[in-house]
């Protein structure tokens, strides 16, 4: 290259770095311009958020003079106020306020907006980052046209305990696919730029650890070893900071004794210290007056203390902030500074989403009424969901129906439910019906053909005893070519505030499917959930099981299309199902223990139950498909791998299958020795592969040291020499090929 041209290249590198420094500093330049011209009082007008009358997820304290916090700037953000009116309403209050600084909107937009997609934990299941990635998207496309600018999502919390209702808003049990999935929904929410008019300002919730409540008791306490949370409960989250999240929640848990929301070592130390993180934390809800109730605090006075120190920037709801942030910087027991660092963050989003140009850029009614009536949103919808869609048990290859099947008797309790496939943390939208669903019922009735007949029987209601509708049930079965039985939880048995202490298919409904079976007919099983259940006698007895979780909008149809094969299931688990409540916790990456149990026998002093199993019921990554895959020619390029080196492995894999399909293979590892033990295998690594019949494809994975490492006791990041054992699994214990290597000094 010539001296002329590498003149000519500097140059224009310095112009370029001038004028991106020069446009960074533009924002924090206007941050600042505003910062100095804001009273103590209008800088934690700021730092405060209450929700709006229009719904409630928490506890609700009334405030008559809403408005007239807002035009004295005491309030900054509002939750739970959707649709394009009420924004633009409580917009034109802020913009009488002295500086005009606008409010932010902030909902818990988890899983959709008017278009529903499936739960979380349903969505994790594909496996599918540009699935779940897009779920995202046409959610904060829908979101943001309705004046919303901030979701409080993902929640990326690592759950190995289904009693735990909130497992259903997550991903489940695994902190690698955890990351990637936080990673997916970051960018899904935030789009390329953060303050596109489609994007949504993500949170990274809840932080931190609270998916690790004792006893599965939601709010619990959270207690765990340094390694546990950096090697498991963390990584989601740091991925949520690499991807670019705007900001984070913290929980409502104490961990190891320090409430989050007063924890400096999780807010200050890891996230906006080690982690290097530029946005703004909120509390979750009544958080910072939670720590009273914790034993954290004397009073009000002291949780604002404790939490700002703590770097909580904003107090949702408690208004302890509101209430005392003043006379704590007037006692000189907060120094401005700190005040002033959260207002930055907060100001400094507030500019990045546009919103100091355009207050209203987000309240459109034209683009409202265009994006809550794309057509493209329920197929995306219908497209997610069928992926999310769990085939357990398939005998005789009972799936795929035909669609000459001559009589479908569909029964159960949620066969014409309609808001149920909704799930919990669904969005009221204004002037929308919230029974806009295609129901399983309307799904199988928009697939069969005039040569199929349909009947339906309720049989039993989701909950109590009462057996009088069986009989009906029976009848219709006995009339029937093939029986389909929709079963299990109602909605809102998983969920915020849903923990359960037994995690069985309420009811009669199992009792309901043994009649169904005594009539001879073949049975295939629907359940519903938000969460792992136990269903023992559904596993023993019915030929065949789907796990169809909450679906959304298009859950009748998605069913349906699996149901007939129109889409053959690739789904797997992403949370390890106990045989029974008593198992639990329960989850595949478990150390091996001075005495592992070597399979079932539960009498020879060795870790086990002498009642049941140890394993699952159905373990993480598995998930049956229509087709079969055979896994063959494992290669590794070298046995041996240095520090800072890597292993370039490959295998095929073919469809032996009937149908085109798809295959989630997965790469464990386990390090067999040491100097802390290590879990007897490690998620590191998947690939999901479409294969149409008789298809081979080759599959490529790079180990490298990084997923080699861990905490050892002195908590430094290591990878030690060693023997490694390589497993290639249709699921963790479905295991198909393995092999071994080293890492050398
Ligand atoms: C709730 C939830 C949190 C949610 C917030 C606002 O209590 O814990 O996940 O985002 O309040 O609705």
Not at 240 to 246: E, K, L, P, S, Y
Request: proline share 4%; hydrophobic share 40%; charged share 25%.
């Amino acid at each position: 290259m010539n001296k002329l041209f590498k003149g000519f290249l500097f140059i224009a590198s310095c112009i370029s770095v001038m004028h991106v420094t020069a446009q960074k500093k533009t924002i924090d330049q206007k941050v600042d311009s505003v910062l100095r011209l804001m009273t103590l009082e209008e800088k934690i007008g700021q730092m405060n958020q209450y929700n709006d009358d229009w719904t409630a997820t928490g506890p609700v304290t009334l405030d008559s003079d809403k408005a007239g916090q807002v035009r004295k700037g005491q309030l900054g953000s509002l939750l739970n106020c959707v649709g394009v009116d009420r924004t633009r309403s409580w917009q034109n209050i802020a913009m009488e306020s002295r500086l005009k600084i606008p409010l932010l909107f902030g909902q818990d937009i988890i899983h959709g907006y008017k278009t529903t997609f499936p739960i979380p934990l349903a969505e994790a299941c594909s496996w599918d980052m540009d699935a779940i990635e897009l779920s995202a998207r046409i959610s904060a496309t829908e979101a943001s046209a309705s004046g919303i600018n901030w979701t409080f999502a993902p929640m990326v919390d690592i759950a190995r305990d289904p009693r735990w209702g909130r497992v259903m808003e997550g991903a489940g049990e695994d902190p690698y696919l955890g990351s990637m999935i936080a990673r997916a929904r970051v960018k899904g929410f935030q789009g390329n730029k953060l303050g596109d008019l489609n994007s949504l300002m993500a949170c990274a919730k809840h932080f931190a650890a609270y998916g690790a409540a004792i006893g599965g008791r939601d709010y619990n306490s959270v207690d765990m070893s340094d390694r546990l949370l950096w090697e498991v409960y963390l990584p989601p989250f740091k991925a949520a900071v690499d991807a670019g999240a705007g900001t984070f929640m913290n929980s409502f848990n104490d961990l190891n004794g320090v409430p989050a929301t007063g924890n400096s070592y999780l807010q200050r130390d890891i996230l906006k210290g080690k982690w290097n993180f530029k946005g703004f934390v909120v509390s979750d809800w009544g958080s910072v007056g939670e720590m009273i109730n914790h034993g954290n605090v004397k009073d009000g006075y002291e949780a604002a203390l404790s939490a700002v120190t703590a770097g909580c920037d904003m107090d949702m709801e408690s208004r302890n902030f509101k209430n005392h942030l003043a006379q704590l910087v007037k006692d000189k027991k907060v120094p401005m500074t700190l005040v002033d660092d959260a207002v930055r963050r907060i100001l400094r989003k507030k500019f990045e989403l546009g919103l100091f140009d355009d207050p209203f850029r987000f309240c459109n009614k034209e683009r409202e009424t265009q994006a809550l009536n794309n057509p493209e949103h329920p197929l995306a919808s219908r497209s997610v969901a069928e992926k999310s869609i769990v085939l357990l048990k398939n005998e005789n290859h009972l799936l795929p129906l035909s669609k000459n099947t001559k009589t479908i008797a569909f029964i159960g309790p949620l066969v014409k439910a309609l808001k149920q496939n909704k799930g919990f943390w669904d969005v009221e939208v204004p002037g929308v019906d919230s029974n806009f669903i295609v129901s399983q019922w309307e799904g199988l009735q928009n697939k069969v053909g005039a040569g199929t007949t349909l009947l339906y029987a309720k049989g039993c209601e989701i909950e109590g005893t009462n057996k009088d509708g069986f009989a009906e049930a029976v009848a219709i079965a006995k009339q029937a070519d093939v029986v389909i039985l929709s079963i299990g939880e109602r909605r809102d048995m998983s969920g915020e505030a849903k923990s359960r202490s037994n995690i069985g298919i309420p009811g009669v409904q199992e009792d309901l499917l043994k009649e169904l079976l005594a009539t001879g007919k073949p049975v295939v099983v629907l359940i519903n959930a938000g969460r792992p259940l136990v269903f023992e006698y559904t596993v023993e007895h019915a030929p065949a099981i789907l796990y169809t979780w909450w679906l959304g909008s298009e859950s009748g149809n998605s069913i349906a299309d699996v149901l007939f094969g129109d889409y053959n299931p690739s789904a797997k688990l992403v949370m390890s199902f106990p045989r029974s409540t008593g198992q639990i916790p329960i989850y595949y990456s478990h150390f091996n223990t001075g005495r592992p149990a070597r399979s079932d026998d539960n009498h020879n002093y060795n870790s086990s139950y002498n009642d049941l199993s140890i394993y699952p019921r159905y373990e993480f990554g598995y998930g049956l498909s229509y087709s079969t895959f055979l896994y063959s020619n494992l290669q590794l390029d070298r046995k041996q791998m240095k520090p800072g080196g890597s292993i370039d492995v490959s295998l095929s894999v073919t469809n032996l299958g009937k149908y085109d399909g798809e295959e989630i293979v997965q790469l464990y590892l386990r390090d067999r020795v040491g100097s802390v033990v290590r879990p007897v295998l490690e998620l590191k690594d998947f690939s999901k592969i479409k294969l149409k019949v008789g298809e081979t494809k080759v599959i490529h994975f790079k180990i490298d040291t990084e997923k080699l490492s861990f905490y050892n006791q002195k908590m430094q990041w290591v990878a030690e020499p060693g023997d490694f054992d390589i497993m290639i699994g249709a699921s963790s214990k479905d295991i198909r090929l393995k092999d071994e290597f080293k890492l050398v000094k």
